[in-house]
């Protein structure tokens, strides 16, 4: 199985400090994807990879950025934190052949 | 482009009896679906997955669910409900390009003993 591990599980911080979240896997597969779950909602993308150094926006990347300097890793960055960006972040893995996404544990990001 | 619309937000059933959560969609390609569960502060679990093979699909946990094109839809089922089923259920689209997922709104399984 396909392991994903997200760096931090909660995560407080304050309107307009810069924000790290940090995504891990261990398969070395293409696709990487960063979704935010909010009640009501289901999860909507925000960014996603298909390979080091590439990125395409999804539904919703107005206030966030990303960086892939390596496969493993996939890094989803708030500029400016603001309360509206208060949400539970998921990271998923896709393999390259099949379409299953296997998703992390998820960072619940409280901004203050 | 590609939605999906799960038509029911709460489900509440009691154990031992049927599950029905209503999924309809939408998409310019032939899509892939998938039903994931949620349980409370857990993440999220793939349950089922249609990919254009047989339209009756069996997942974990005695689950299945129907692809029916001309309807369009995917309804997730059970026959008989267990108090562990209780979770956050999202029926899931896929456009087949890098595909990306969209997921829709969640339905809430409730079960009561």
């Known amino acids: 199985d396909v392991k994903v591990t997200q760096s931090s599980r909660y995560l407080v911080k304050r309107t307009g400090e810069k924000v790290f979240l940090e995504c891990v896997q261990d398969?070395?597969?293409?696709?990487m994807f960063w979704y935010r779950q909010d009640p009501g909602l289901g999860l909507r993308l925000i960014y996603f990879?298909?390979?080091?150094?590439?990125?395409e926006k999804g539904d919703i990347p107005e206030g966030y950025s990303v960086s892939r300097e390596k496969k493993e890793r996939f890094s989803l960055i708030l500029e400016s934190a603001s309360t509206n960006q208060t949400s539970m972040y998921l990271c998923?893995?896709?393999?390259?052949?099949?379409?299953?996404?296997?998703f992390g544990p998820g960072t619940r990001l409280l901004v203050l | 482009a590609q939605s999906v619309t799960q038509l029911d937000s709460h489900v509440s059933v009691s154990e031992g009896t049927p599950v029905l959560l209503r999924c309809n969609y939408s998409?310019?390609?032939?899509?892939?679906l998938f039903w994931y569960v949620q349980h409370p502060n857990k993440g999220l679990q793939l349950l089922l997955k249609?990919?254009?093979?047989?339209?009756l699909v069996k997942g974990i946990n005695g689950f299945e669910a129907e692809f029916k094109k001309s309807e369009t839809s995917f309804h997730l089922t059970k026959p008989s409900a267990h108090m562990s089923d209780a979770a956050e259920y999202f029926c899931?689209?896929?456009?087949?390009?890098?595909?990306?997922?969209?997921f829709g709104k969640g339905t809430m399984l409730l079960v009561s003993p």
């Open positions: 899931v689209v896929s456009d087949g390009g890098y595909s990306t997922l969209t």
């Open positions: 998923a893995v896709k393999r390259p052949s099949g379409e299953t996404q296997y």
């Open positions: 998409s310019s390609y032939s899509p892939s």
């Open positions: 398969m070395d597969h293409e696709n």
């Open positions: 249609y990919t254009s093979a047989a339209t």
């Open positions: 990879s298909y390979d080091v150094k590439m990125k």
